[in-house]
């Protein structure tokens, strides 16, 4: 019991330091920290959270190679970069419903401008808007006088 607590105990520090982790060398420590206590069985994750954590652990590793700080990555490896980190909380944390809390990064071009923008949001937030268009697209368009193009 005294070790599930101190298991769950670890994996809520790992969760918390993930989300404060704001320079380079601060996420590298972190990810450093998740890899060796994760080899050493501190940290336990079922099969595929485990697989997930590696995998975006590389993705982040390759992100920072050789650099000292975030600001030095183009925006959409910024975005690249904060959706790996978010994976890796939610893996750790083995929250079921953290995964819908996620906050996830895209990119979006604006009609009309060649210019991108990065947004966040959650994924449930991301999902709804989705959903949003979706039902827009969908819905049935009718047109009545004045205004269609019909004569009076």
Do not use: H
């Amino acid at each position: 019991m005294r070790l599930s607590l101190f298991v769950l105990a670890l994996a809520m520090l790992a969760v918390a330091s993930i989300a404060r982790a704001e320079s380079i060398a601060e996420i590298r420590e972190q990810q450093t920290q998740i890899q060796d206590d994760l080899a050493r069985g501190e940290l336990v994750l079922d099969a595929r959270s485990k697989r997930s954590v590696e995998a975006q652990q590389r993705v982040v590793f390759k992100l920072i190679e050789g650099r000292a700080d975030v600001g030095e990555l183009d925006p959409s490896k910024q975005v690249e970069l904060k959706n790996a980190l978010e994976k890796i909380r939610v893996a750790v944390s083995q929250d079921p419903l953290a995964e819908e809390d996620r906050e996830v990064c895209w990119q979006e071009r604006r009609t009309g401008s060649k210019l991108t923008t990065t947004v966040c949001g959650t994924v449930r937030e991301r999902q709804q808007a989705k959903e949003g268009a979706r039902d827009y697209l969908q819905r049935p368009r009718m047109c009545a006088p004045p205004g269609c193009g019909a004569s009076p």
